[in-house]
């Protein structure tokens, strides 16, 4: 496999409304249990964690725990945790501007939808794919899914093939129908970047391909937030495997710990300059209130191979996720 800015190399194929979070003010941490409304809103210590969100009154409470549960923070890089309804877990590393990859995707994927919403389950719009994508297909350079020139896709069919297997010229080919180029919806990323509070953050690409683009742990978190809140985002880096009509084959999600530890997404990013990259979102039942588990890991391994860097990742993000989901509900419980 080159060392370049090839990423997220898919595994080989197999056989073949935004009502996500109800806003309500943030109440003591143990009264919030103790209702168990199932009510969350997201905060971060310190401040709000975006437009809109309540003063964190109970950080003291949260920062508390968070220390409490001695989390297995990755030695390298950086990363971060929160928990919807309760807060911030902690962050560990520099906050200093990465390049992310094939995370990089994930603002794809929330721009999009966000310019050209779609109802859960359904296929969105009609999309036909250019010559530039299907010639890109085959790349050996970078990680890619088949589309044949002149065949029409469901939108919701192109962003699993951006998401699950990770394909670029997929992504390039959603940029060029959303906006008429690439360079008007990066853009857009960037402007989106900015009304959501990522002030570290800056795109140059829609795939993650270049190294010039750039973000934090703190800033992902806060990007997977708001898009875990549609609906469609949520079935779609759920997705286990994708078939690409015409070529035969199906993927297999490149999130290997999809499925485990109630992990129900979300996006893998490697290269040789990035390290791997993992951005996860995990579900658990808190005081009778289910609660969604959010986490990032940029920068492991960076300068190594891509492979090597992404099993450094989901090894960061398995140790998180499990240990968060084992410690987090005996922390929380009322003494």
């Given at each position: 496999m080159p060392h370049t800015p090839a990423t997220d190399r898919a595994p080989a194929p197999a056989p073949s409304s935004r009502s996500g979070f109800r806003r309500s003010l943030l109440v003591p941490l143990a009264a919030a249990l103790a209702l168990a409304t199932g009510m969350g809103t997201w905060y971060a210590l310190g401040g709000p964690a975006g437009p809109g969100a309540p003063a964190a009154g109970s950080g003291d409470t949260v920062a508390a725990v968070a220390k409490s549960l001695h989390l297995p923070w990755p030695a390298e890089g950086q990363a971060s945790v929160a928990v919807e309804g309760i807060g911030s877990l902690g962050t560990r590393g520099e906050q200093r501007p990465v390049p992310i990859a094939s995370v990089t995707k994930v603002m794809t994927a929330y721009v999009i939808l966000e310019e050209h919403p779609m109802r859960a389950g359904a296929p969105g719009a009609a999309v036909t794919a250019d010559e530039q994508a299907a010639n890109e297909s085959y790349s050996s350079v970078e990680t890619t899914a088949p589309v044949l020139a002149g065949r029409t896709y469901t939108q919701r069919l192109l962003l699993e093939l951006m998401m699950v297997p990770s394909g670029n010229n997929v992504a390039r080919l959603l940029a060029r129908w959303g906006a008429g180029s690439e360079k008007a919806f990066v853009a857009k990323m960037n402007e989106t970047a900015a009304a959501l509070g990522m002030e570290r953050t800056t795109y140059t690409g829609v795939s993650g391909m270049?190294?010039?683009?750039?973000?934090?742990?703190?800033?992902?978190?806060?990007?997977?937030?708001?898009?875990?809140?549609?609906?469609?985002?949520?079935?779609?880096?759920?997705?286990?495997?994708?078939?690409?009509?015409?070529?035969?084959?199906?993927?297999?999600?490149?999130?290997?710990?999809?499925?485990?530890?109630?992990?129900?997404?979300?996006?893998?990013?490697?290269?040789?300059?990035?390290?791997?990259?993992?951005?996860?979102?995990?579900?658990?039942?808190?005081?009778?209130?289910?609660?969604?588990?959010?986490?990032?890991?940029?920068?492991?391994?960076?300068?190594?191979?891509?492979?090597?860097?992404?099993?450094?990742?989901?090894?960061?993000?398995?140790?998180?996720?499990?240990?968060?989901?084992?410690?987090?509900p005996d922390a929380l419980r009322p003494v």
């Open positions: 270049e190294s010039s683009t750039r973000s934090t742990a703190t800033d992902q978190l806060r990007l997977a937030r708001a898009a875990m809140e549609d609906p469609v985002f949520r079935e779609i880096v759920a997705t286990r495997t994708v078939e690409a009509p015409g070529a035969g084959v199906t993927f297999r999600n490149t999130n290997k710990l999809l499925g485990r530890d109630g992990v129900i997404g979300l996006k893998t990013g490697s290269s040789t300059p990035a390290g791997g990259n993992l951005v996860w979102a995990s579900t658990q039942d808190i005081a009778g209130t289910p609660r969604l588990i959010l986490g990032v890991v940029l920068h492991q391994r960076a300068g190594t191979s891509p492979a090597e860097g992404s099993a450094a990742a989901h090894e960061a993000g398995r140790a998180l996720v499990t240990a968060v989901r084992a410690t987090l």
